[in-house]
């Protein structure tokens, strides 16, 4: 190697030294720079020292889960009223209106935007269950009418008459399904009070959200229609007994649940039901919320459009084509409306209920005992615990297994809520379903007959003395009613009415 290649050489690896040098000065002053960059480390707090968030002021601070429908997506407090610029619970609580769909608020909250609605349910049978309500005081001798359910009187002492027993029995046990009742509370016996009854959607206690439903599902309906009354039919139920040798399953080591307080057995459904229809199908609104008789739905209104002047349809009910159609109010499903053509209807029509020939099973309880007991011994329930009440139910589990303090034999008033002394037990002589009663009504029609009336009812005080025993009304048990059990007249459908006919001067069934 020359002279020249090593002095070439050397400058070279010198010449990389120093910028190798440079470079790394530049790398430690751009570090350097980053690091001064950084933003400060954050403080923690001192030991016991608590951090205090700022607060969100207004309802969706704590009930930031709730949802509304479109059409009530405003504040709060239009409804519930309090204050909804308060950062404290107790200020923005002041003057809450906690349910204020109930009868009490519904006039002043729902009524605001739907005056003709709160105006005309006031009235309507749904809302005041007048029907039943003097239904059962007539029998028991009670003479003039009430308006509405609120109206049945308080015994605040001991029943001294037959009467007074029915009127607590009333309020206590028997008118535990109405809009001022938040329900029993088994799983799907629950609902909101008021209007909130019909249009908001509750289950196992909770509220599911606050987005009203305009049109009221089948599990709404179901909240107050279970049991053996028109509406768990339609589905095909049929409560067991209360006694725990006729429900299911016989024996289990854990709990289950019974969404209606009571098994059920599963029977066929109604023919309607079968196609998919709800009940809001045929029962819409004006039948339900007014107290027009005129739009009252009857199964001859749509499958006899002919022989019916004038006939009550349901509002979702349109002629197409020369046929009526049902469209479904839920899912906006089409049903074409089949017409009677059998000659068994022209030829019985103005005579014999439709169901009398249709009804494929009926309720049939008879007869129901109801006792008021005002003392503190409970044994002798030991396998009626089930009583198709949770309130009972509970007492029972607690007085006979829990070795805690013994619950007092108290009952609340189903409609003030008052705790008021005695409980009210139940039970039946017999359920069944397979046999199909058929009477004249006082206007002479053949109709189906359930006894409803076929009552009994019994009081023993705190002391032991048996004030009534087996108090019994005035007037016959069994009465008409019309089965949510739908289905094709079979082959013998005439062995169910025709000993009615052959003797046309007999006494009207029902009115023996």
Same mark, same amino acid.
């Given at each position: ?6 002095s ?15 470079l790394?000065?530049v790398?430690v002053?751009? $570090?350097?720079?980053r ?13 016991g ?7 969100? &002021? ?8 709730l949802?509304h ?13 309090? =204050?909804?610029?308060?950062a404290?619970?107790?200020?923005a ?7 204020p769909?109930?009868?009490?608020f519904?006039k ?17 049978l749904h ?10 005081r ?9 308006r ?7 015994i605040e ?5 037959v ?13 535990r399904?109405?809009?001022y ?32 439903i305009?049109?009221p ?12 009354? *028109?509406?768990?039919?339609y589905?095909g139920?049929?409560?067991s =007994? ?8 016989f024996t ?9 307080g009571?098994?059920?057995?599963e ?8 196609r998919g229809?709800?009940? *809001?199908d045929?029962?819409?609104g ?24 004038e006939?009550? !349809?349901?509002?979702n009910v349109?002629?197409e ?9 839920a899912?906006g ?5 089949p017409q ?6 022209e030829r ?26 005002d003392?503190?011994?409970y044994?002798?329930?030991?396998r009626l ?7 009972? %139910?509970?007492l029972?589990?607690h007085?006979?297994? $829990? ?5 007092e034999?108290v ?10 002394p005695?409980?009210?037990f ?6 069944r379903? %397979?046999r ?6 006082r ?5 189906? !007959?359930?006894?409803?009336l ?9 002391? %032991?003395? *048996?004030?009534?025993?087996n108090a019994t009304?005035?007037?016959?048990g069994?009465?008409?009613?019309t089965?949510?059990?739908?289905g ?7 062995n169910r009415?025709?000993?009615l ?10 009115? &023996?």
């Amino acid at each position: 190697m020359s002279f020249l290649d090593v002095s070439i050489l050397w400058y070279s690896v010198k010449i990389m030294k120093v910028k190798f040098i440079l470079l790394f000065c530049v790398l430690v002053t751009v $570090s350097g720079c980053r690091e001064t960059e950084k933003p400060a480390e954050k403080q923690e707090p001192a030991v016991g020292q608590e951090i205090v968030q700022p607060r969100l &002021k207004g309802c969706r601070a704590c009930h930031d889960d709730l949802r509304h429908d479109e059409f009530h997506a405003f504040a709060c407090t239009r409804c519930h009223r309090g =204050d909804d610029e308060a950062a404290g619970r107790e200020e923005a609580h002041a003057n809450l209106i906690a349910r204020p769909a109930h009868p009490d608020f519904m006039k002043e909250t729902c009524g605001s935007c739907h005056p003709e609605q709160t105006e005309h349910i006031g009235d309507s049978l749904h809302f005041t269950l007048r029907k039943k309500v003097n239904l059962i005081r007539n029998h028991f001798g009670e003479t003039e009418p009430l308006r509405d359910l609120t109206r049945v009187p308080i015994i605040e002492d001991k029943p001294a008459t037959v009467r007074e027993l029915a009127d607590d029995m009333l309020r206590r046990r028997c008118l535990r399904c109405h809009v001022y009742s938040t329900g029993d509370e088994y799983p799907y016996t629950q609902r909101a009070a008021g209007c909130g009854a019909c249009h908001m959607a509750v289950i196992d206690g909770r509220l599911v959200s606050h987005e009203i439903i305009r049109t009221p599902a089948d599990m709404q309906c179901m909240s107050c229609h279970y049991g053996n009354f *028109v509406g768990a039919d339609y589905y095909g139920r049929f409560q067991s =007994d209360f006694n725990l040798e006729y429900r299911t399953p016989f024996t289990t080591s854990e709990p289950y649940a019974r969404p209606y307080g009571v098994e059920y057995h599963e029977l066929v459904p109604d023919i309607h039901k079968q196609r998919g229809m709800t009940c *809001v199908d045929c029962h819409g609104g004006h039948q339900l919320m007014f107290s027009r008789e005129e739009a009252t739905v009857t199964c001859s209104g749509c499958h006899q459009r002919e022989q019916v002047r004038e006939p009550a !349809l349901p509002e979702n009910v349109v002629a197409e084509d020369g046929r009526l159609v049902l469209v479904a109010r839920a899912g906006g499903k089409q049903h074409v409306i089949p017409q009677a053509v059998h000659p068994a209807h022209e030829r019985f029509g103005a005579t014999v209920d439709c169901q009398v020939c249709h009804a494929q099973w009926t309720f049939t309880d008879a007869t129901t005992h109801l006792l008021r007991s005002d003392m503190d011994d409970y044994y002798d329930w030991e396998r009626l615990i089930v009583q198709s009440s949770s309130e009972i %139910e509970t007492l029972l589990e607690h007085n006979l297994y $829990s070795s805690e303090d013994e619950l007092e034999p108290v009952m609340h008033d189903t409609i003030t809520g008052r705790p008021m002394p005695g409980i009210w037990f139940k039970g039946y002589t017999e359920r069944r379903w %397979e046999r199909i009663t058929t009477g004249r009504d006082r206007d002479g029609r053949i109709r189906i !007959l359930r006894p409803i009336l076929d009552l009994r009812l019994s009081y023993i005080d705190a002391e %032991e003395n *048996v004030v009534f025993d087996n108090a019994t009304g005035i007037g016959p048990g069994l009465q008409p009613y019309t089965p949510h059990t739908t289905g094709p007249a079979g082959l013998l459908y005439l062995n169910r009415f025709i000993d009615l006919l052959q003797d046309e001067t007999a006494a009207p069934e029902a009115d &023996k």
